[in-house]
Structures are given as structure tokens and as C-alpha cells.
């Protein structure tokens, strides 16, 4: 269909308003948004619906049109529900770049017109299956993760395709959960990160035991796709197999994932803001009722009070810190997927960006997040973290009020460094560690560490090696038996005087005596060290 059929008899009751001489442009489709800088999602012949929220000052106009000229969008639809009627400014940059501009009334349901043009394509193309993603392009962009539901809902129903959207650790955006258990939502995930990080083209695929499933990303930004942090399309079968149109429903339903992911994060914004907010009050030891109003304002824009209401207290009054750093990692990417996990349906999470890490508060209310919690919900990122990629993050004990979070803060990052110790690409401490031995080791310089386990134990792992003398099981079984030789005998199988003999070998080796507590001691920590 041409520009001009939708001002012909029968079509929706739209205004022209500019540009009148480029009615005849081809419309191949339609797409919804309401994105500051909608240009990666255009592929050229689109009928662009906006409601204008983009629209905060007469510049944004002709940065907005421009772009569209730029992507190839042939007109410019704008509601006039939301915002009233079109402004001049607007009706000034379609003229500008030749675009022409439709006022959409305030009655007439951007739906219509979208239905009206996916009537007027080509038999041909209303029968091809990717126009099938295309003409239901608006629920996603106006809706949100409803309207990616409500589109893979019409897959499922009118072409038996099963499709999930997913967070890289498992989590269901979009498709029906009941249909996808929670062990191969893990597979899924896993395999998709494995292949990521492997740099294999998609879609990547992965067998289980329910059959075939190919895996597309849907990164928030292609210019920089982060696997660890973007979202993936898994649809039931193996895409590689498929018509060549199917395989392009499949990419095109990959597109909007993406365009809904981005339009998503947009919401985001002023969220990250507070949550930066709160940090840089925190680190500024601010007072605590400047930091209590800071999370106020979070806990009701996740609660979304209205009117009256929006001055309640909000009722959470307990909250934990995560303080979480990454390696290998470019900066943005750990707070990026810990908005991802620990965001939920009310993302009630601050997640604060801290260089190659991050800060998170969130209320205690929302449920136990143990470090055992975290480190499970955390689990499929060691797929996607390479050799020399890990997260680390430490857990608070929850913090009353506004007025412990500075010491929830110092908690979590001591907690941090505990983890920093161990094995693992995600490792994870929480706060029951921090009245152990552990967490004075943590504070020590590695060097310090490394020098103290080496004076300590090095003789006697050499002497080991040379002799199978078994000395540093010895010690190791001797402490743990509290220094009782027939325990200690027993648990080794050896007798009394063989055992004797070893500690005597490892008292001259290290011109230690194991008789004094403070030897024990510092064998104890060398061990733990090693």
C-alpha cells in the first residue's frame, strides 16, 4: 500500500499535515515507539506511530524526524491521546525532511491503524509469517513484557511455535512458563552463554531431553552486546531446519525481544539514578534522613503510588547491601545482570554502578537472599565467563532503617573480600562468615599471605614430595583433633608413636612447637591460607 490509502474512504479519519507531494512512498509495515532514537530498529518502508513522549522540548522534534529520514521510515503517524495536539514544531521538521505527518485522533486506537495497513499489504506479504511479527510490532513497543506475551502467545496459538524470552540466569520475560521447566531453562541459558562466549554464530542450539531449541540474542544494544546482561530468544525446534521464512520470524521476532529489551531500560533510568544516588550519599556518610528520602522515592516508584498515597511510608523498613565487583568484565556489564536477577516484577532493587562493579540495595521484605541464594540464582553466568572472568559479590545481615546502611555497606564489601578468596567464576560470601577467622584473613595483602603460608608450610610440603611422608595431612588431621594424639592417631590409622615421629619431623622442619597455642595458631591460618 502507498502513504496516500491511509487518507482514502474507509481508512481511519487521520489529518495530513505535512508533505503532501510523498503520498506515494510504499509502506511495508508499521512500527510503534516512542524511543528517543528508534534508528536500529528501522529497516526501511515503515509507518512509524508515535505517542510523542519522546518529546520534551521543540529540539527533540527534528532529531526525532531526522532519524527517521535517516532509517528510511516513509511517514510519521502522531497520537494525539497522550500528549494533545501535534505541535508546530513537529509539522515544521516533516516538512523539513519531506516526511510526511499524520495526526492520529485521540479516538482512534493506534491497533486500527496498525490493522488497517496490515489489510492493505499484499496477499502475498499478510501470508508471509514474518509480516505476522510485524503487524503486531505495537503491543510490544506500547505495552511492555505484556506485549511480548501477547505476541508469543499468538505463535503458540496460530502456528504451534513455542517461544520463551529469558534472562541469562533462567529467568522467564515472556512465554509460558509452565511449559518450560526450571532445569532446562538452566540448559538453555547455559548453552546460549557458552556459545556466546565461544563467539559461535546464532541461532546456537541445544538438545534436551523434550527435543531441539534454537537460541537467538536479543542484545539492549547491538552495537555492544553484553550476553551476560541481554536477554535470549529460545524457540522450540532447530531454526536451521526451517523455510527460509520461518527462519525470518524467528530474526524478526529476535528484533522486537531486542527493541522492547532497550525500551525497557529506557524505564530504567530514573531508577539508576536514584540507586547512584544512594551510593554517593552512603559513601559521603550523609545523614541518614537524606538517604531515608532517597529511598522513598524508590520504594514508591517500584510500589507506584498515586495521588494522595505517594506521601505514605512505604513499608519497607529493613534492607540489604550487595556489594559485587568483576573481573575480566567490561565496566557496566555486573550491574547489568544484577539488574537483571534481583529485579523482579516491581524491580525494587537499587543497583548502583560502581566501575567494574556494583552496589545494590534492596529491601529485606522482598525475602531471605542468602549468599547460598545468590550464588544458585547466579550459577548459569560461569558459562558465559571466560578463563579470566569472575563475579564476586558479598552479602549484609539486614539493615534497620536508613541509619545501619553505612555499616551494611562496609559489611558487604568485608564479605566480598571473603569471597575474593575462594575458587570459582561466581563466588559469593554472606555475613554469618564475618565473625570468622576468615574475614581477618581477607584484609591481608595477597603478598602477606603468600609469605606467611610459604615460612610455614613450605619445608614440609617439600619434604612431602621427596619422602610421601604424608606430613601435611598429619598437621592438618592433629589440629582438627584439637591436639589429641589418640585421635588423632585413629583418624590416620597409624600408631601413636608413628604419629610422634611425624610432628617431631614437622617441628624440626619448621623450628615450630607444637605444643604452644600460638604455633597451632599459625599452622591453623597456613593451612586455611593454602
Not at 94 to 104: E, G
Not at 302 to 312: F, M, N, S
Not at 340 to 366: C, I, K, N, Q, S
Not at 429 to 438: I, N, W
Amino acid at each position: 500500500m502507498r502513504v496516500r490509502d491511509l487518507l482514502a474512504p474507509g481508512a481511519p479519519r487521520l489529518r495530513l499535515l505535512a508533505a503532501e507531494e510523498e503520498l506515494d512512498r510504499q509502506v511495508s509495515g508499521v512500527m510503534t515507539t516512542d524511543l528517543h532514537d528508534p534508528g536500529r530498529y528501522l529497516h526501511g518502508g515503515e509507518l512509524v506511530l508515535t505517542g510523542m513522549l519522546w518529546r520534551s522540548s521543540p529540539a527533540d522534534s527534528e532529531r526525532f524526524v531526522r532519524t527517521l529520514a535517516a532509517g528510511g521510515a516513509v511517514a510519521l503517524a502522531a497520537g494525539e491521546a497522550e500528549v494533545g495536539p501535534v505541535p508546530e514544531d513537529l509539522v515544521e521538521a516533516c516538512r523539513r525532511h519531506r516526511m510526511p505527518l499524520l495526526a492520529v485522533p485521540d479516538d482512534i486506537a493506534f491497533g486500527t491503524v496498525t490493522e488497517f495497513v496490515g489489510r492493505q499489504v499484499s496477499a502475498d506479504r499478510a501470508a508471509d509469517l514474518a509480516a505476522l511479527v510485524d503487524r503486531h510490532r505495537m503491543l510490544v513497543s506500547a505495552a511492555g513484557g505484556g506485549g511480548l506475551d501477547a505476541v508469543l502467545d499468538l505463535l503458540g496459538g496460530d502456528l504451534d511455535l513455542d517461544c520463551w524470552v529469558l534472562t541469562p540466569t533462567g529467568a522467564v520475560i515472556a512465554g509460558p512458563v509452565d511449559r518450560l521447566p526450571a532445569e532446562d531453562r538452566d540448559q538453555l541459558v547455559r548453552a546460549h552463554l557458552a556459545a556466546q562466549r565461544q563467539r559461535r554464530r546464532p541461532p546456537h542450539r541445544a538438545r534436551l531431553a523434550a527435543g531441539a531449541y534454537s537460541l537467538l540474542p536479543a542484545p539492549a544494544d547491538p552495537q555492544a552486546p553484553s550476553p551476560l546482561a541481554d536477554w535470549v530468544l529460545a524457540v522450540a525446534g532447530d531454526v536451521t531446519e526451517w523455510t527460509a521464512k520461518r527462519q525470518q520470524l524467528a530474526e524478526n521476532l529476535a528484533r522486537l525481544v531486542a527493541a522492547e529489551r532497550h525500551r525497557r531500560d529506557e524505564g530504567r533510568r530514573l531508577r539508576r539514578r536514584l540507586a547512584d544516588e544512594v551510593l554517593a550519599l552512603l559513601r559521603r556518610d550523609a545523614d541518614p534522613a537524606e538517604i531515608s528520602r532517597t529511598l522513598y522515592a524508590s520504594s514508591a516508584m517500584a510500589a507506584r503510588y498515586e495521588g494522595p498515597e505517594a506521601g505514605a511510608r512505604p513499608a519497607d523498613d529493613s534492607w540489604l547491601v550487595l556489594s559485587a565487583e568483576g573481573a575480566g568484565l567490561a565496566e557496566g556489564v555486573v550491574r547489568a545482570v544484577l539488574e537483571e536477577a534481583l529485579g523482579g516484577g516491581a524491580d525494587r532493587a537499587l543497583v548502583a554502578g560502581d566501575g567494574t562493579g556494583a552496589v545494590v540495595v534492596t529491601p529485606a521484605t522482598d525475602g531471605p537472599l542468602s549468599a547460598e541464594a545468590l550464588r544458585e540464582l547466579l550459577a548459569p553466568l560461569e558459562a558465559g565467563l571466560g578463563s579470566e572472568g569472575r563475579i564476586t559479590l558479598g552479602v549484609s545481615a539486614p539493615a534497620r532503617e536508613a541509619v545501619g546502611l553505612r555499616g551494611a555497606l562496609e559489611e558487604a564489601r568485608h564479605a566480598r573480600r571473603i569471597a575474593a578468596a575462594r575458587v570459582g567464576r561466581v563466588r559469593v560470601a554472606g555475613p554469618e562468615e564475618l565473625a570468622s577467622h576468615v574475614l581477618l584473613l581477607a584484609a591481608v595483602p595477597d603478598e602477606v599471605r603468600r609469605a606467611f603460608r610459604s615460612r610455614l608450610l613450605d619445608t614440609v610440603i617439600a619434604y612431602d614430595l621427596e619422602h610421601q611422608a604424608d606430613l601435611v595431612r598429619t598437621l592438618e588431621t592433629f589440629l582438627r583433633s584439637d591436639g589429641s594424639w589418640t585421635r588423632c592417631a585413629a583418624q590416620l590409622h597409624v600408631h601413636v608413636n608413628t604419629l610422634r615421629y611425624r610432628i617431631g619431623r614437622i617441628e624440626e622442619l619448621t623450628g615450630r612447637d607444637l605444643s604452644r597455642l600460638e604455633d597451632r595458631v599459625d599452622f591453623y591460618l597456613a593451612l586455611e591460607l593454602a
